[in-house]
T-cell receptor
Framework: GEDVEQSLFLSVREGDSSVINCTYT??????LYWYKQEPGAGLQLLTY?????DMKQDQRLTVLLNKKDKHLSLRIADTQTGDSAIYFC??????????????FGIGTKLQVIP | NAGVTQTPKFRVLKTGQSMTLLCAQD?????MYWYRQDPGMGLRLIHY???????AKGEVPDGYNVSRLKKQNFLLGLESAAPSQTSVYFC???????????????FGPGTRLTVL
């Protein structure tokens, strides 16, 4: 079955690096995503990684994928107060009907302390 | 481009009342979704649509109906609202995942619904 797990809360000091972790259970996932949700807003895609990649870097964001352990992480370098938000990990699976099902984790609330 | 828009932004209903939430997207996306977000539960898929005129049940469809008469619109209906349907509702749209396309979902700003 498919399930995506994340820790609920992370607190870091401004300027430090943040690492948000996620585990997923379905090895057939082909895309894994990180979304950011600011208070009172919808989810916004931050980045994604294809399952044949181990790492993807985009400015302050680094995504690491360990397919053997089904572990995904998002590292935010030089964390700023504007990074305070809830971060969702999600995996994309193709169903037998051809539809791509996306399963979201519960979200990790990142608190950045000035 | 407005992206994905939702109306209304807020609504308060009494138990047993009905209402329709409207979602519109101007990105010509084939797929559209309705989710609810509750504290400690993450996002749960209510219904989805893979194209105009088609709908399908998601994880928590009971008490809701949907329609997709036009490609750009996806309507979520509550026929007889219950307090358990108090939640924040998000609409999203996407293109199918294919070669070179990640199929990421684009979300609306949400509708906060309270059922008394």
């Amino acid at each position: 079955g498919e399930d995506v797990e994340q820790s609920l809360f992370l607190s870091v000091r401004e300027g430090d690096s943040s690492v948000i972790n996620c585990t997923y259970t379905d090895s057939s996932s082909t895309y894994l995503y990180w979304y950011k949700q600011e208070p009172g807003a919808g989810l916004q895609l931050l980045t994604y990684i294809f399952s044949n990649m181990d790492m993807k870097q985009d400015q302050r964001l680094t995504v690491l994928l360990n397919k053997k352990d089904k572990h995904l992480s998002l590292r935010i370098a030089d964390t700023q107060t504007g990074d305070s938000a809830i971060y969702f990990c999600a995996e994309s699976l193709k169903t037998s009907g051809g539809y791509q099902k996306v399963t979201f984790g519960i979200g990790t609330k990142l608190q950045v302390i000035p | 481009n407005a992206g994905v828009t939702q109306t209304p932004k807020f609504r308060v209903l009494k138990t047993g009342q009905s209402m329709t939430l409207l979602c519109a997207q101007d990105m010509n996306h084939e797929y559209m979704y309705w989710y609810r977000q509750d504290p400690g539960m993450g996002l749960r898929l209510i219904h989805y649509s893979v194209g105009e005129g088609t709908t399908a049940k998601g994880e928590v469809p009971d008490g809701y109906n949907v329609s997709r008469l036009k490609k750009q619109n996806f309507l979520l209906g509550l026929e007889s609202a219950a307090p358990s349907q108090t939640s924040v509702y998000f609409c999203a749209s996407s293109t199918p995942r294919s070669s070179g396309r990640a199929g990421e979902q684009f979300f609306g700003p949400g509708t906060r619904l309270t059922v008394l």
